[in-house]
């Protein structure tokens, strides 16, 4: 029996590549599954036209193509206009952290402030008993890569690979581990302090069961709106077997078995389209 | 699997996705049973000599799909009072429509767009696939010991291209 996620194969589907044995499996799983078969319906087309002559030899063409080199990309990225711009922020902006953070501080440092509302309306989901100390540089559980050792979902309640919400608009999450594990879930935006979701007055323990989708807000306990400011938000999921204790200050200690997932939605103004 | 038992899997399959295609606007929820009764016929009629289960499957989406189209031309034609139909001779062929084809021609488009956004490694493998290389040739060829870790690296990078065409990624609860 196959470990195969199913909807692994689509992209293959859709592109092409699939064994008779891989269809067989996958549209087999799709006559079960109505996400699945949704899914299905929607690359269907995309295949048809992919399949098309004229289409395909396009896409070929640029497939040859090689990608440039990372020195190549940064060194256009420096050619490009916007890169003075930017640069005059960044500067503007270490001037300001010197200014502001230097005369009460010795160190650099940046730890989560409590009474700081974060950037959405959380308020309603977190509260301070269940927050876990964030190691002071936080900004490591962000840094740590993208990786997949366990089964597990994080889904955000609107479509697309950014998926934007105006100011007021409602935002629910939810996530879900195949094998169970322990889970916390951070909301960051652009520039400020992260906010912690998972675990929160709902749910007090990081354990989260076998095949549970826990929802925030969670069915039933009220909506939670989105707040400004406008700007990029990530949304980031890390969980670790259930016998392995997710403690944030010593990272080192859980990262290779962690599993990191990550969603990105980006806060418009309410008037923005 | 039996013929039969597809079919009625099918059924429920196309009622729910019905319901998404109400949910988008383009199809009443009165349509839905329609759609998947009227689908599933012509899938036994025009189609009786198919028997395996994907192609069962992949041309139930796609008469689904037809039909959806279907329903809503006879919708706006309901309401510009004209009173034109489509016959189910047209279903012998799920081939993309002229409307569709445009729409194919602009996704292209977007897609090499987006392929010269992608890494080395994504490309290949998206190469690889485009070019119907089997997951075990292109298992030896990216050096990859798992299908399912060439699969998941598969739908990432399709992931990502989607993404960066601007669509639709993988965004379920």
Known sequence: MSDENPEHLLASYTLGGLSDEEKERLFAAALTDQELFDRLAEEEKARLGFQRPENRAHILNAL???????TEEIAAWFRRPKFLVFSGAAAALAIAILVLVLPSNNGLTVT?????????????????????????????????????????????????????????EELRIGLSVQNGGNCLLLDRQEGQLPAQLFPNRFNSTMSVPAGQTVFIPPAGQGNLSVAGP?????????VVPGDVTL???????????ATIIEREYRVVPATDR | MEKNEIFALLRERIVGYGRSLVRGGLIRSEDIEDLAQESIVVLERKYAHVTALEELVRLGIRISQLKAKDLAGRKERRAERTGVSVDDSDLTDIGLRPDELLEAKERTARMVAAIRQLGQECREIVRLQFLGVATDDALKRLRYNKAADLHRKRHRC?????RLMGEPGEVRL
């Open chain 1, 64 to 70: 040859r193509e090689t990608a440039p080199s990372w």
């Open chain 2, 158 to 162: 399709y992931e990502r291209l989607r």
């Open chain 1, 247 to 257: 403690d944030l200050t010593a990272p080192a200690a859980w990262a290779d078995q």
């Open chain 1, 230 to 238: 406008a700007g990029l938000h990530q949304v980031r999921l890390i």
């Open chain 1, 112 to 168: 989560l402030d409590p009474a700081r509302g974060p950037s959405i309306s959380m308020l309603s989901v977190e509260t301070p008993g269940t927050q876990q100390t964030l190691p002071a540089d936080w900004s490591q559980l962000f840094r740590l890569p993208l990786k997949q050792h366990m089964a597990a979902r994080l889904g955000i309640n609107k479509s697309g690979g950014t998926p934007v919400y105006r100011i007021g």
